[in-house]
């Protein structure tokens, strides 16, 4: 099938467009454990899927003058009689919203998912709902009758298929809603990487008034609706067998009899109701929406109420947004962008501690499942610091409050506080048992940095004031450590310990003068002249001890390597100008001429890149044929993997293989020219 693939709806007069193929296709991405993507070009070509790749199926079906297509979701009981699917046109992804274009039968269907993730709104991005639109116009001529079918299975609801569930029919005002749920409800009973939610309840509803029946069955009611256009009279009664394709389904129906070229639009809405999203030091903590005693009926009503509304705030949110970034780094910087934005929203989830405070915890998704991990905060941070500081606050709030209690003893910052959802105290390593196996200077530097930008963003150092001890002992951890790092971890910690890292002893440096900065803010000049003093001095040293003739070492102890000088981004990007704008120079001619097909490997050790530290190295100079020469290949990367997941961070620059990691929040670091500009 020829197809055009798109990334963006803006005026053709603003841009062209760039036509990014995503290797898989966000449609409801709320958090790490709402997140479903469609992982094949055609929406009809496979099963919908948890990003774990799990199934978590949704069908589509449009009955037109009695005959059926399939738009989403291949043949619910697969037997010989195929249900054919409709043509897809285009596929579009904004930053909220995926769109589907459709024709079969002299019909055009418009399918969009809408998820108004608005970053800077609390209230609006932590509710974990997305609307599924359908929009369908006859455009042969000749009137038809049409019957559209939408659904969604149990497994949205359970971690592994022989879990029972449970299943009702409730209302909420004038919405109408089916919900499912496991019988155990284990709420926040274990934690991992590899897991589906099975605790709570997920919901398909319907607002009032448009005209749509629902009914819960098992998979056989997709069958009946394409034979007869209905749902069953009934409900599901009785406990399905287990078996995947005969598990209970939650379906709705809307039936036009007479369409012609004016379209028709309906909409329903899927919701999950987790309950209790985290538990923080053994205390459960609620979602951010439920803070104020908000719960489910409420949140369906008030989203009906305010879905025209919010479509419209998200076109305009998308146009704003979708122009910025172009502005910041061209077409394909912003394809690239705009596909890592969903995804980097869906890698968190946002509570209320017990004081009303906001929290914003991640998961180290497709890895070890961490909490909180800081080497995951700081990659991911750019997208909220430019967009969101107050999220970019409430992320960093946990970790400063884990760090100051007397159960973490040690001089640095820790590497995590939990595993996903349990924050009670870091797994990493040794976790708080001994320094083995710890990231000392890489996690110290990351906080230091990350509440110097965070300073900058707001205007104000008040979280750095409120945690003002233990960020000076993290700091002098690193004016003591960090020149010359001993054999230990890196946030790259696939690579392996490695000792005189000159990477990591820029992050050290940067970070010393991030701490002066901070002391500035906060009336203390002593402080600040004795730490950028010392910055200073141990930048001069780091030149003269990684110099390698035409680039920077990989360490300092040995010749003939290199890497990517990720970290140096933030000497520009929060004004410190410690080291000479030579170094970037020098590295970036090097850069270039070492790239392979897919881009800059992260050093000379291995041919894998990650697309986070990619993006930061193309800001480095601050020039945009710099930038481009960095970034083409990582379109082209994305365009071309035969890896069909959700944005991988960590993948092979020769053949554009992921090597391991998918759907992280880290991509959210692909939003660095936001703050460190190319022109």
Same mark, same amino acid.
């Given at each position: 099938?020829?197809?055009?693939?798109?990334?963006?709806?803006?005026?053709?007069?603003?841009?062209?467009?760039?036509?990014?193929?995503?290797?898989?296709?966000?449609?409801?991405?709320?958090?790490?454990?709402?997140?479903?993507?469609?992982?094949?070009?055609?929406?009809?070509?496979?099963?919908?899927?948890?990003?774990?790749?799990?199934?978590?199926?949704?069908?589509?079906?449009?009955?037109?003058?009695?005959?059926?297509?399939?738009?989403?979701?291949?043949?619910?009981?697969?037997?010989?009689?195929?249900?054919?699917?409709?043509?897809?046109?285009?596929?579009?992804?904004?930053?909220?919203?995926?769109?589907?274009?459709?024709?079969? *039968?002299?019909?055009?269907?418009?399918?969009?998912? $809408?998820?108004?993730?608005?970053?800077?709104?609390?209230?609006?991005?932590?509710?974990?709902?997305?609307?599924?639109?359908?929009?369908?116009?006859?455009?042969?001529?000749?009137?038809?009758?049409?019957a559209v079918y939408l659904d969604a299975t149990s497994e949205m609801a359970v971690n592994s298929l022989d879990q029972d569930v449970y299943w009702s029919r409730v209302r909420a005002g004038g919405v109408s809603a089916l919900?499912?749920?496991?019988? &155990?409800?284990? %709420? $926040?009973?274990?934690?991992?990487?590899?897991? /589906?939610?099975?605790?709570?309840?997920?919901?398909?509803?319907?607002?009032?008034?448009?005209?749509?029946?629902?009914?819960?069955? +098992?998979?056989?009611?997709?069958?009946?609706?394409?034979?007869? &256009?209905?749902?069953?009279?009934?409900?599901?009664?009785?406990?399905?067998?287990?078996?995947? /394709?005969?598990?209970?389904? $939650?379906?709705?129906?809307?039936?036009?009899?007479?369409?012609?070229?004016?379209?028709?639009?309906?909409?329903?809405?899927?919701?999950?109701?987790?309950?209790?999203?985290?538990?923080?030091?053994?205390?459960?903590? /609620?979602?951010?929406?439920?803070?104020?005693?908000? &719960?489910?009926?409420?949140?369906?009503?008030?989203?009906?109420?305010?879905?025209?509304?919010?479509?419209?705030?998200?076109?305009?949110?998308?146009?704003?947004?979708?122009?910025?970034?172009?502005?910041?780094?061209?077409?394909?910087? *912003?394809?690239?962008?705009?596909?890592?934005?969903?995804?980097?929203?869906?890698?968190?989830?946002?509570?209320?501690?017990?004081?009303?405070?906001?929290?914003?915890?991640?998961?180290?998704?497709?890895?070890?499942?961490? %909490?909180?991990?800081?080497?995951?905060?700081?990659?991911?941070?750019?997208?909220?610091?430019?967009l969101s500081p107050r999220l970019m606050r409430a992320m960093l709030e946990p970790i400063l409050q884990y760090s100051s209690l007397a159960r973490w003893r040690f001089p640095f910052a820790p590497h995590d506080i939990g595993?996903?959802?349990?924050?009670?105290?870091?797994?990493?390593?040794?976790?708080?048992?001994?320094?083995? &196996?710890?990231?000392?200077?890489?996690?110290?530097?990351?906080?230091?940095?990350?509440?110097?930008?965070? *300073?900058?963003?707001?205007?104000?150092?008040?979280?750095?004031?409120?945690?003002?001890?233990?960020?000076?002992?993290?700091?002098?951890?690193?004016?003591?450590?960090?020149?010359?790092?001993?054999?230990?971890?890196?946030?790259?910690?696939?690579?392996?310990?490695?000792?005189?890292?000159?990477?990591?002893?820029?992050? *050290?440096?940067?970070?010393?003068?991030?701490?002066?900065?901070?002391?500035?803010?906060?009336?203390?000049?002593?402080?600040?002249?004795?730490?950028?003093?010392?910055?200073?001095?141990?930048?001069?040293?780091?030149?003269?001890?990684?110099?390698?003739?035409?680039?920077?070492?990989?360490?300092?102890? /040995?010749?003939? +390597?290199?890497?990517?000088?990720?970290? $140096?981004?933030?000497?520009?990007?929060?004004?410190?100008?410690?080291?000479?704008?030579?170094?970037?120079?020098?590295?970036?001619?090097?850069?270039?001429?070492?790239?392979?097909?897919?881009?800059?490997?992260?050093?000379?050790?291995?041919?894998?890149?990650?697309?986070?530290?990619?993006?930061?190295?193309? +800001?480095?100079?601050?020039?945009?044929?710099?930038?481009?020469?960095?970034?083409?290949?990582?379109?082209?990367?994305?365009?071309? +993997?035969?890896?069909?997941?959700?944005?991988?961070?960590?993948?092979?620059?020769?053949?554009?293989?992921?090597?391991?990691?998918?759907?992280? =929040?880290?991509?959210?670091?692909?939003?660095?020219?936001?703050?460190? =500009?190319?022109?």
């Amino acid at each position: 099938m020829i197809m055009k693939s798109v990334l963006f709806l803006l005026p053709l007069s603003l841009w062209a467009q760039a036509g990014l193929r995503p290797p898989a296709t966000p449609l409801i991405t709320h958090d790490p454990y709402f997140s479903l993507w469609s992982m094949t070009d055609e929406l009809t070509a496979d099963d919908t899927r948890h990003w774990t790749e799990s199934p978590q199926p949704i069908g589509g079906i449009l009955r037109v003058d009695g005959k059926p297509f399939r738009f989403i979701g291949v043949d619910a009981d697969g037997d010989d009689v195929a249900t054919p699917a409709m043509k897809q046109m285009s596929r579009t992804v904004t930053p909220t919203r995926t769109i589907y274009e459709f024709e079969a *039968a002299g019909l055009a269907l418009r399918l969009t998912f $809408l998820t108004p993730a608005f970053a800077g709104d609390l209230d609006v991005l932590s509710r974990p709902l997305t609307y599924v639109i359908w929009n369908v116009r006859s455009v042969d001529g000749k009137p038809h009758s049409v019957a559209v079918y939408l659904d969604a299975t149990s497994e949205m609801a359970v971690n592994s298929l022989d879990q029972d569930v449970y299943w009702s029919r409730v209302r909420a005002g004038g919405v109408s809603a089916l919900r499912v749920g496991s019988v &155990g409800q284990k %709420i $926040l009973s274990r934690s991992g990487d590899h897991l /589906r939610i099975d605790w709570g309840y997920f919901y398909l509803a319907l607002p009032p008034g448009l005209g749509a029946n629902l009914a819960s069955g +098992t998979p056989s009611m997709q069958r009946q609706f394409e034979g007869t &256009g209905k749902l069953p009279e009934s409900d599901l009664l009785d406990l399905p067998s287990r078996y995947r /394709r005969d598990c209970v389904t $939650l379906a709705a129906a809307w039936t036009i009899p007479h369409l012609d070229a004016r379209p028709v639009e309906r909409w329903a809405m899927m919701a999950y109701d987790d309950l209790y999203s985290i538990q923080y030091l053994d205390r459960n903590l /609620r979602p951010w929406w439920r803070r104020s005693g908000m &719960g489910i009926g409420e949140l369906l009503q008030t989203s009906a109420a305010e879905f025209e509304a919010l479509r419209q705030r998200a076109v305009d949110y998308d146009r704003v947004l979708t122009t910025r970034l172009i502005k910041a780094g061209g077409e394909r910087y *912003a394809g690239i962008a705009v596909l890592a934005y969903r995804q980097a929203l869906a890698g968190h989830k946002l509570v209320a501690d017990i004081d009303g405070t906001p929290l914003y915890f991640s998961k180290e998704i497709s890895s070890n499942g961490c %909490i909180a991990t800081v080497d995951i905060t700081y990659p991911s941070a750019p997208l909220f610091i430019a967009l969101s500081p107050r999220l970019m606050r409430a992320m960093l709030e946990p970790i400063l409050q884990y760090s100051s209690l007397a159960r973490w003893r040690f001089p640095f910052a820790p590497h995590d506080i939990g595993q996903y959802p349990l924050a009670n105290g870091q797994r990493y390593g040794d976790g708080e048992k001994s320094e083995d &196996g710890q990231m000392p200077i890489e996690e110290s530097g990351n906080m230091l940095i990350l509440a110097a930008a965070l *300073a900058k963003a707001e205007g104000s150092a008040a979280l750095a004031e409120r945690y003002w001890p233990v960020l000076t002992k993290w700091a002098a951890y690193l004016r003591e450590k960090g020149m010359d790092p001993e054999n230990q971890l890196s946030t790259d910690d696939f690579a392996g310990y490695l000792a005189h890292n000159a990477n990591l002893s820029i992050k *050290a440096i940067v970070a010393l003068g991030a701490y002066a900065q901070l002391a500035g803010a906060l009336k203390q000049p002593a402080v600040e002249k004795d730490y950028i003093d010392a910055a200073r001095s141990m930048a001069v040293r780091w030149c003269e001890m990684a110099r390698d003739g035409d680039h920077y070492r990989l360490a300092f102890d /040995r010749p003939g +390597t290199w890497s990517q000088k990720y970290n $140096l981004v933030w000497d520009r990007a929060l004004g410190l100008n410690l080291f000479p704008k030579e170094v970037a120079a020098t590295e970036m001619a090097f850069y270039r001429r070492a790239q392979n097909k897919y881009g800059l490997p992260l050093d000379s050790r291995e041919t894998y890149a990650k697309v986070d530290w990619l993006v930061w190295t193309a +800001t480095l100079t601050g020039d945009r044929s710099d930038f481009d020469a960095l970034i083409d290949p990582l379109f082209n990367l994305l365009n071309e +993997t035969p890896s069909r997941v959700p944005m991988t961070d960590f993948y092979y620059t020769t053949d554009g293989r992921h090597r391991k990691y998918r759907a992280r =929040p880290v991509v959210g670091g692909v939003y660095m020219p936001l703050l460190n =500009p190319v022109q």
